[in-house]
């Protein structure tokens, strides 16, 4: 596991420790570990000298940055108006039957956790999902299957 | 009434001939003034959605008196139907930050940023990478600018101008009460002139061929061109930029599939223009303006579903902050889905219409305050599939 007090310090070297550091910093610890507990956020606090609470405030705002554990792979399936009509339900039920978990759970070897997420802004390439930063557009749910089989082989 | 059939323009994509740098670099010896009036004298007009001329943005910035000033370049593309600001950073990411520093000089700011949305991480790689180049390029041609990438975290209100200051500044992404406007106080409290990627595409572009050339196109209202984020039921969904001024009839023409029932014009904060209001409605800001989004509907598909599945991007979107937006869009949805089971009378759905209307006016931002486009639009044209 990756020493989340470094990479609070890497990151103030890069933004500083104003507030307005704070989303890049909260964005570094997610890239590394997918989520932030509370002891992360009582650190990344102290460093720029916040209380815990704003930046817990923060933090639980945003979609992409989990206060609840999360996965090694995220994956995130669009669900809005096109890639509904695209047919991001069959896409669902496939990576659901595949990783024998419901849209937001996590496997139990804490491999990957499937969420569905508001437009992605592959409208004309739908259904499309994002697996962390990695995006992959027109799916079929045979696709979609033997993609996540590759990251598990990994 | 005037129509134009969808006629095909390539500004913001094309590449050849010019070096963006050098663009910036016969532009900064210009007064700025001039720039400003040059952007006025074009007509452009924000390619965001709300269409707020871009001169007189910049012209407003300009004018504060403030030793600290930013240009934010709005890459939080978020609208349901809309990725054409990604297709733009990803094929010319170069125009993108020329456009940044030509309003950084002519407002006079010394440090521009991209708040890109967090579902277009992947472009970071190359941006960065293209960034260092044009930042060192800007030091050598002695613009006092430089440029950051900053990054959101899958909200879509951050696409609101305020929301994403306070994002930008470590804070929840809530929108503030206006005013002040960005031009007075954005980013840090310091005036901040904020413009779409598309806009700071074609802010780069009337600077390189000037405002003349970009006035031939387009209408009276609707100056220009536009890029359109085309998808649903169309066989050529994608990217396409169009000249302004076409109706939704030419629009539907070239686009549909021969059964086209009506169009989301604007994402799903837009409005949806049935069959029998193809002709008459205009796609501009004269008529209906769009931030890009078209995406179409074809007879098949129930206009409920697309209804519902607004409403619930709505719900989940609203930060909460004001209840107009935070109870009304989940009444709304819970409203439409009551007459659906026939727990509410059909009647209901006029008092479903008032509550829109009160959201319209209450909302504390353009969230709350356009969820009204969409569920008006669709109660009213399509009630019976809405009830049965």
Redesign the interface.
Known sequence: MADVQQIINDATQVYGK???????I??AV?KEKNYLDDQDMISIAKA?DLSAAEVF??AS?????DTVPRGKYVIRVCK???C??AGKDEIIHSIEELLKIKIGETTVDKQFTLLT??????????PVM?IN???FPELTPQKAVEIIAKYRAE | METNKPKRVDIIFVTEGFDPLKVVESAIKKDPDAIILEMIDSGLKGRGGAGFPTGLKWKFTRNEDSYDKYVICNAD???????K??EILDRVPEKVFAGLAICGYTIGAREGFIYL??????L?PKLNEKLVKFNEGLKKIGLDFRIEI???????ICGEESALFE????????PRNKPPYPTVAGY?GKPTAINNVETLVYAFMISRIGAEKFKELGTKDSRGSKVF?????TPK???YELELGMSVQNFVEEFGDGDTKAVQVGG?SGGCVPRKLFKDTIIGYEGIPTGG?M?LFNSQ?SMY??LH??LE?FT??S?GQCTPCRVGCQQLLKGIEAVKRGERAPSYLEDLKKLAKTMKIAAKCGLGQSVANPFISIVTNFKEEIIY
Not at chain 1, 61 to 65: A, E
Not at chain 2, 77 to 83: A, D, L, N, Q
Not at chain 2, 150 to 156: F, I, L, N, T
Request: charged letters at 25%.
């Open positions: 104003e507030r307005k550091a704070l989303m890049p909260l964005q997610v720029l405030g923060t705002f945003y979609t992409f940055l809005t108006i096109s509904h009509m997420a508001n437009c992605l802004g592959w409208c004309h390439k739908g994002l930063d990695e995006i | 593309e978020g609208e349901p139907g809309t990725f600001d990604r949305r967090g579902e277009y991480n992947f970071l900053r990054s959101g975290s899958g909200a879509y994002s930008m500044e470590g804070k929840r992404g809530e840090l984020s085309i998808s649903g039921d969904a994608g990217i799903a989004s995406m598909r579903n697309v599945d607004y991007f989940e979107e930060c």
